[in-house]
């Protein structure tokens, strides 16, 4: 089991930047993805970002590419999220989830482990 904590959500101006920290504790020897979903008011989650164990596979959702940014330390078990150029549409809780295994993924029903969320949000 892999327990998740997020941090670093935040009120931030539209243009601005904000970085999101995920860190994983329990049984983190194994080999796990790391991926970042986000709820907005009155929507479904959405995926945002996730990464693999190695970190050489990376997949964006269409709305942050080139805005967003996901990074892993695997000695640290932490996931970063580095959020530029954001905009109000990216207001929404974000979570952090987890699944083992080598591969990424980007459906919710994929990751068992998943964080309290951090809210995010974008004014303009």
């Known amino acids: 089991q892999v327990l998740l904590v997020e941090s670093g959500g935040g009120l931030v101006q539209a243009g601005g930047s904000l970085r999101l920290s995920c860190a994983a504790s329990g049984r983190t020897q194994s080999a796990y993805a790391m991926g970042w979903f986000r709820r907005a008011p009155e929507k479904e989650r959405e995926f945002v970002t996730t990464i693999t164990w190695s970190g050489g596979s990376i997949y964006y959702a269409d709305s942050v590419k080139g805005r967003f940014t996901i990074s892993r330390d695997n000695a640290k078990n932490t996931v970063h999220l580095q959020m530029n150029s954001l905009k109000p549409e990216d207001t929404a809780v974000y979570y952090c989830?987890?699944?083992?295994?080598?591969?990424?993924?980007?459906?919710?029903?994929?990751?068992?482990?998943w964080g309290q969320g951090t809210q995010v949000t974008v004014s303009s």
């Open positions: 989830a987890a699944a083992y295994g080598t591969s990424g993924y980007i459906r919710p029903y994929q990751y068992p482990y």
